[in-house]
Each structure stands twice: as structure tokens, then as C-alpha cells.
């Protein structure tokens, strides 16, 4: 398992044990235990599906405290597209320029490594092709790609080997600021605005072997009142835009496809839309589709729970905002050997009842017998999310069948029946 | 090892919307079991087919699979109107679904062959008037 870091995490005291984010996380990874959630992290991956659904606010995200930006001498602010669709402005230079007025030295747009990201797709994409079956799948989302890792073993050759935009993007950032500066690297800091948990935690420990020049990372949420206050003040803004439309569209479903320039594509967003396509690809359904983007949030990127404007109204802001940009302005791939994973994605074998093919045989059994005792209504009461999930957690020896109050119940009135008689 | 597990599924001929439900449980369960991404592709895709034509052809019928170690075992059995002549039903592009089906995607007259395909054991039992049976297995190599 190449993970160390998990970013969703529960705040115990505000946590009131309903059971709303159970029943709404895509992999089963919560359970409900002495009236409090907890989470299973082998199984979670991120998505932040709990958070949306929390009234509470006890699921969150971590992130790192602000003030450690002050441990580097030269400070850089990484800006991914959603940022743009947060705020009211007419030109993205604006929130740039703010970005610099709330503590740091320069900005680099992640929309700046996307288009790089696309470019070298459109150049590898038939050769990528010929080596599996079916489409390639985008590496964009964090979230997906720890989905696939855990539910999808096929699939995970099937994953672009591109690494995620914000790594490209802290690498050319790092550089850059090297040459300017001429300090050493230790001494610049690389920092990330974060729309999701699931890049929280690719910022810790990215998939694909991939090393992390991401020194510190914070929420939307966490820095948007000191932004929107920088934001006010900004008179004439700093030209600091470096990248087209192709670029920012990557904060919205379906912007990576368009940079293709194919239209033999699907895109999805919404975790449950995508494990759909998902099993339709793994099943062989899709041969001749070239590419597939799917992004866990709703609307892509500018859905992302971390963020603060509504998904709908930042995504109509953004396309005011692309409006007149040129098309793209990052092509080189010369580096592109830098560009690539250097190992596919791993399949981790958390689903598995045993990997003992014998002993998984005797626990699948068990496990079917105790799901027909059980009444199958899916209540969530014993704090699992569903009967069979309750049933896999007995027989991997991590709950009882009395956690089931039907079954406690009608054992007892039948017990009574019987003792009537 | 030679005790195997016995999944029995009643596919529902009058709900078109709930086919392929079986298949897709077949499939949650040997991923468990962590049989190789392979098998379970071919399992998952012969099955599904044949559950489709259970519920476009016959009006349902039932699914019985058998996994062991070393195979999946597929019996499906209906009591629909039969196939009267099998060889042409098993050829390539031959199909009798109606226009309504056809609208779904379906009746490309592909089911039957990819299932002999995807099954390194095949065979199909049938009477008209009385049902059809398909029997089917996949190796674990
Ligand atoms: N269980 C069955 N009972 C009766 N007839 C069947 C049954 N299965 C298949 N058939 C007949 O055999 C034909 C070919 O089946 P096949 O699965 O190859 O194609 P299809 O179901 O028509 O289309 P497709 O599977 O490509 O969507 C069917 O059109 C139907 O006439
Ligand atoms: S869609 Fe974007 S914001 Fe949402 S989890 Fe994936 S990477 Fe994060
Ligand atoms: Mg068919």
C-alpha cells in the first residue's frame, strides 16, 4: 500500500452517530460504532462524500496550518482552475494578484501543467491504446484513481500513466523559482489550494510513484475570507496569467476531453455515475471509445467539497471568465519523460474476504448463511450500511449478528412465543 | 477443495430493467474471493448475456452458479418457447428481438456466440414449447 496519509478524518464532539454518511460513502468504508462514525481507511479514498452529506460539519478534511508558509524563504502558491469559478471578478489576474498579497512571492497556475498534460495525451494516446483493451482512462481525479486501486483490479492498466497536473505543476513551479531566485530548493516552499480531501492527501502521498514537491496544502475553505478580503483591495492587477482555455477547463467535467481534440470520449461525474461506467468498461462494453474522464465530484473539479461557491454558479463563472482567452499556451513536452508514472496503478487487495483462496471460499459460505438470517432491509441500524455488509464485517470477525436489532428483536418474540406454549 | 458455493438467482422475466443484476452479483462475489480479473471477465460477460436472453427471450427464468476453486459452473434454464434451430441461432448477427428491444441497444445476434466464446465449456439443451437450458463453464487456469 503506497498510502501513509489520509486526509477525511471525524470530529469526534460533533459527530451525533446518525447514519447519513454511512449510507452515502461510495466504498463502504464507515461504520457506525458506539454511537459515534468510523472510518475504515484501508477503504476510504477521499472523495469527501461524507463531508457533503455531514449536517453535523463532523467529517473534515485535514489540511495544513497557514502559518507554515513562514518556514520558507520564497514562497509559491500553486492555483488550480476551480479557484477561478470562487469568486465574482472579471479577470483571473485579480485572484492571482490577491494570491500574492496574502503571503506569497509568486504564482503558478496548475491550468499552466494541464495543458502540458493534454498536449502529451493527444501525442500518446494510440500507442497507449494498443497495449490494453478499451479506453484509457483519465488520471485526474485523486479520488477515482484510489477507487480503481481498490475496486477495479483490471482497470488499473488501463489509467493514464500521466501524473496528476498540481505534481507537474510544483515541479515546473520549483524550478522556475530556483532560476529566479538562486536560492537553494529546501528554501522555497511549494503550496497547494486544495477544492478536495482526495488532493489533500495526493499532496501527502501521490499514486503512480510519484514524489511530492508539495510542501504545505490548505483548503479553499481555509483561505478564502483572507483572499476575498486581498481581493477587494486589489486596484490594478499584476499580468500574471499564464494559460488558455484548454487549461482552465480542466475545473469542470468533461474540460479534459475537450483538450483532445477527439470526439470519441465519455465523461462522468458523481461517484455513483462513475462507478457505473466503470463496470461497463471492466465488462468490455466500451472497445471503441477512446478516452474516458470521470471526476468524483459533481461537475468536476469546481464541485469539490473544499470549495466554497456553489459548483453550478462557479462553473458559469468560469466560463465568463475563459471567454477571449487564447486556446492553449504550454506545449513543450519536451520533459515529458518526467511526465509519466513510473510505475501503473497497484491494485490493493482491501475487498478481498481472504487471500487465502480456501479460507476466502469458507467465509464467502458463512457469510451467505448469515445474510439469509438477516431481514435484508438495508436499515443501518446495527451501523453497517447494509445487511451483507454487515454479514462480510461478521465473518471477518469485526462485529456480531445481536448488532442486528431485527434479528435481536424477532428472536426474542419468538423465544416468548415459545415459552407462551 | 471440493466443496463449492451455490448462488440461485430468480430472473425476473417481466422486469427488463432489474436483467443483468444477477450477473453483476456473481461478479461482486468473485472479486471477494479474489479469483483473477480474467475469469471473472469471462464469467461476468457469458453470464450477463445469458441472463439478457432469459429475459428477451423465455420471460425469465432461473440462474444457478456453482464456484469452485479451479471453475465456475453457469446453468441457465427457462421455460420459454425453445430455439428451434440451433445452429442459426448460435451464428453471428441472427436475432429475433423486436424493435422494442432493439431500441435498447440490444439484438445485435451477438449474445449467444460471445458466449461460446468467453466459455471453455458450452452447451445449449433446448425443446420448443417446453425451454431452453444453457450450461456453461469457466476455468480457473
Ligand atoms: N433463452 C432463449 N429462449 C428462446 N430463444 C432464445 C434464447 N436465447 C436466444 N434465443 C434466440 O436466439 C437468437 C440469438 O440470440 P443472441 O443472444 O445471439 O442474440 P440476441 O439476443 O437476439 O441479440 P444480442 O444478444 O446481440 O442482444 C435470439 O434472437 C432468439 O431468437
Ligand atoms: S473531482 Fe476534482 S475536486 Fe473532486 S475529488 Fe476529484 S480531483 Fe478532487
Ligand atoms: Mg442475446
Not at chain 1, 499584476?238 to 470520449?265: H, K, P
Not at chain 1, 458523481?270 to 471509445?289: A, H, S
Not at chain 2, 441472463?51 to 432461473?62: D, F, L, T, Y
Amino acid at each position: 500500500m503506497d498510502r501513509v496519509f489520509h486526509s477525511v478524518t471525524l470530529d469526534k464532539d460533533k459527530c451525533k452517530g446518525c447514519i447519513n454518511c454511512m449510507k452515502h460513502c461510495p466504498t463502504e468504508a464507515i461504520r457506525v460504532r458506539e454511537g459515534k462514525a468510523k472510518i475504515i481507511t484501508e477503504r476510504c479514498i477521499d472523495c469527501g462524500a461524507c463531508i457533503r452529506i455531514c449536517h453535523n460539519r463532523a467529517k473534515k478534511a485535514i489540511c495544513d496550518d497557514f502559518e507554515m508558509i513562514n518556514n520558507f524563504e520564497y514562497k509559491v502558491v500553486l492555483a488550480p482552475p476551480s479557484l477561478y469559478g470562487q469568486f465574482l471578478v472579471d479577470d483571473i489576474n485579480y485572484i492571482l494578484t490577491a494570491l500574492k498579497n496574502i503571503g506569497f512571492d509568486s504564482v503558478f497556475e496548475v491550468s499552466t501543467a494541464a495543458e502540458k498534460v493534454s498536449h502529451l495525451t493527444r501525442e500518446s494516446l494510440n500507442q497507449l491504446r494498443a497495449c490494453t483493451d478499451g479506453p484509457i482512462i483519465s488520471s485526474a481525479c485523486t479520488a477515482i484513481l484510489r477507487l480503481i486501486k481498490v475496486r477495479f483490479p483490471d482497470l488499473c492498466n488501463s489509467v493514464l500513466p500521466i501524473t496528476e497536473p498540481i505534481h507537474i505543476a510544483a515541479q515546473m513551479a520549483k524550478d522556475e523559482a530556483v532560476r529566479e531566485t538562486r536560492l537553494p530548493p529546501e528554501k522555497i516552499g511549494i503550496f497547494f489550494i486544495s477544492p478536495c480531501p482526495a488532493k489533500v492527501t495526493s499532496c501527502k502521498s501521490p499514486v503512480g510513484g510519484t514524489k511530492s514537491l508539495i510542501d504545505g496544502v490548505f483548503s479553499v475553505n481555509d483561505v478564502y475570507v483572507r483572499l476575498l478580503a486581498a481581493l477587494k483591495k486589489v486596484d490594478v492587477p499584476e499580468q500574471l496569467m499564464r494559460s488558455g482555455i484548454v487549461g482552465i477547463n480542466w475545473a469542470q467535467s468533461g474540460g479534459e476531453c475537450a483538450g483532445l481534440l477527439t470526439d470519441n470520449y465519455i465523461y462522468a461525474d458523481g461517484m455513483e455515475n462513475v462507478i457505473k461506467v466503470l463496470e461497463e468498461i471492466e465488462d468490455g462494453k466500451l472497445p471503441d471509445t477512446e478516452f474516458v474522464e470521470l471526476s468524483a465530484c459533481p461537475g468536476g473539479c469546481v464541485g469539490g467539497v473544499l470549495n466554497v461557491a456553489n459548483p453550478f454558479v462557479a462553473r458559469s463563472r468560469i466560463s465568463a471568465l475563459r471567454r477571449y482567452l487564447p486556446l492553449m499556451l504550454n506545449r513543450g513536452i519536451s520533459d515529458a519523460t518526467n511526465m509519466f508514472w513510473e510505475q501503473n496503478l497497484q491494485f490493493e487487495t482491501i475487498f478481498r474476504l481472504d487471500e487465502n483462496r480456501e479460507e476466502a471460499m469458507r467465509k464467502m459460505r458463512r457469510l451467505k448463511a448469515i445474510e439469509s438470517m438477516l431481514p435484508g432491509l438495508d436499515c443501518g441500524a446495527c451501523g453497517a450500511p447494509t445487511c451483507r455488509a454487515l454479514a462480510e464485517d461478521i465473518v471477518c470477525g469485526n462485529a456480531t449478528i445481536e448488532e442486528c436489532v431485527f434479528k435481536t428483536v424477532t428472536d426474542k418474540k419468538n423465544a416468548e412465543v415459545m415459552d407462551d406454549k | 477443495m471440493n466443496e463449492t458455493l451455490k448462488y440461485v438467482y430468480e430472473v425476473d422475466g417481466s422486469d427488463f430493467m432489474s436483467a443483468g443484476v444477477a450477473s453483476a452479483d456473481v461478479k461482486k462475489n468473485l472479486k471477494m474471493l479474489g479469483f483473477s480479473g480474467d475469469l471473472i471477465k469471462k464469467v461476468s460477460i457469458a453470464m450477463y448475456e445469458g441472463e439478457i436472453n432469459m429475459v428477451i427471450h423465455a420471460n425469465g427464468g432461473i440462474a444457478t452458479v456453482e464456484v469452485s476453486d479451479d471453475c465456475v459452473s453457469i446453468v441457465l434454464a427457462d421455460k420459454g418457447p425453445g430455439i428451434e434451430d440451433i445452429e442459426l441461432a448460435m451464428s453471428e448477427g441472427y436475432s429475433t428481438a423486436p424493435d422494442r428491444i432493439r431500441a435498447l441497444g440490444f439484438g445485435a445476434g451477438m449474445g449467444l456466440p460471445n458466449m461460446k466464446k468467453y466459455c471453455d465449456e458450452f452447451k445449449i439443451e433446448t425443446e420448443l414449447g417446453v425451454g431452453t437450458t444453457v450450461y456453461m463453464k469457466v476455468y480457473n487456469s
